[in-house]
């Protein structure tokens, strides 16, 4: 199957700083990346629908300000936590659409951000 | 937007077999997707409902009925590894996909 990359992996970051998680899908074209969220014991909530060459579109209580999404190449998206706060601890999991196929979404490993 | 319910945890017996049933309200119905996910890690996809029916995957089955707004999971001879959280998700017109809380299966020996 596709595979998506995420990276970092995990990271570290002081209150106040901004982070740059990138995704990437290696051997297809993804049109469309989503950008999901999941604290500890709970399921995945989309965050925002990433389209290449356009703006991303977020899912309401989502601060597009504080959130800010970057889809420059087909193959490529990027989420910056902006002046992040403990409360943005979370797992941050990309996914990405192969428009050649219909069902399937693939999503990355995943993201652990830690916010001190 | 989409309401999806499914049984918080459930456990079963090593060799046994498990349904994870799951109930959705949507608006644009368009496919409904079982995931599992080990902890730390991201989804992996097991399988995809777009008609009604019964879809078989080695020892996962998933069937669907629209007009009941219904699906079930069926993992069959269980396994230690099948020890995970199992997500129900919908997709609308838009692609988007709308995760249920997720169920968590324990198998015991």
């Known amino acids: 199957g596709a595979v998506v990359s995420q990276h970092p992996s995990w990271v570290i970051c002081k209150s106040g700083t901004s982070v740059k998680i990138e995704c990437r899908s290696l051997?297809?074209?993804?049109?469309?990346m989503f950008w999901y969220r999941q604290f500890p014991k709970q399921s995945l909530m989309l965050m925002a629908t990433?389209?290449?060459?356009?703006?991303?579109?977020?899912e309401q209580g989502v601060e597009k300000d504080k959130f800010l999404i970057n889809h420059a190449s087909l193959t490529l998206s990027t989420l910056t936590v902006t002046s992040a706060h403990p409360e943005d601890s979370s797992f941050y999991i990309c996914?990405?659409?192969?428009?050649?196929?219909?069902?399937?979404?693939?999503f990355g490993p995943g993201t652990r951000l830690t916010v001190t | 937007g989409q309401n999806i319910d499914q049984p918080t945890e459930m456990t079963a017996t090593e060799g046994a077999i498990v349904q994870i049933n799951c109930t959705y309200q949507?608006?644009?119905?368009?496919?409904l997707f079982w995931y599992q996910q080990h902890a730390g890690e991201a989804p992996t996809f097991l399988s995809y409902?777009?008609?009604?029916g019964l879809e078989e995957k080695g020892r996962f089955s998933s069937f669907l009925s629209r007009s009941k707004g219904y699906s079930y999971l069926l993992l069959k001879e269980l396994q230690m590894k099948d020890s995970a959280s199992y997500l129900c998700a919908v997709r609308d017109s838009d692609y988007k996909l709308s995760f249920g809380a997720g169920t968590t299966v324990t198998v015991r020996a």
């Open positions: 949507t608006s644009g119905f368009n496919g």
């Open positions: 990433s389209n290449e060459g356009s703006k991303a579109t977020y």
């Open positions: 051997d297809f074209q993804a049109t469309t």
């Open positions: 996914s990405a659409r192969d428009p050649g196929l219909d069902y399937e979404q693939y």
């Open positions: 409902n777009v008609l009604d």
